[in-house]
């Protein structure tokens, strides 16, 4: 990768990704761009949000919404987590927060679950 890549809040997490469209979805592990490093902390915060993206769309699949639903249901309404960033969250356009991702595990078991084995567990393997 190269060294002079964008850091902070303006990265894509995508920018990884051989397919940045492919980025939260799908269950087979990503590839790679070129010269990415799994041991760079980026690409493993990339990849956790990766797995944080499919967690949630899995969730919102089962419960038969939509996000757009989701994110506007009086009960699960929050002001930070608009429609438009939760879009950008999900397809890695933008960088996860740790409040992002308490929201989620609070509000979902399959969530705390899919962190708990990924975080701590990394079962999934990532081609090149």
């Known amino acids: 990768m190269n060294k002079s890549k964008i850091v902070g809040s303006s990265a894509e997490p995508?920018?990884?990704?051989?397919?940045?469209?492919?980025?939260?979805?799908?269950?087979?592990?990503?590839?790679?761009?070129?010269?990415?490093?799994?041991?760079?902390?980026?690409v493993q915060a990339a990849l956790f949000q990766h797995r944080m993206s499919r967690a949630i769309r899995m969730v919102l699949g089962q419960a038969g919404q939509s996000l757009k639903e989701y994110v506007n249901d009086p009960i699960t309404r929050s002001d930070d987590l608009t429609y438009d960033r939760?879009?950008?969250?999900?397809?890695?356009?933008s960088i996860m927060q740790f409040s992002d991702v308490f929201f989620w595990a609070q509000r979902s078991g399959a969530v705390r679950r899919d962190l708990a084995l990924?975080?701590?567990?990394?079962?999934?393997?990532v081609k090149r």
């Open 86 to 93: 939760m879009v950008r969250l999900l397809r890695g356009e």
């Open 14 to 42: 995508r920018r990884f990704w051989q397919e940045p469209r492919r980025f939260g979805k799908g269950a087979q592990a990503p590839a790679l761009v070129d010269g990415a490093s799994l041991s760079d902390p980026e």
């Open 118 to 125: 990924n975080q701590f567990g990394w079962t999934e393997t």
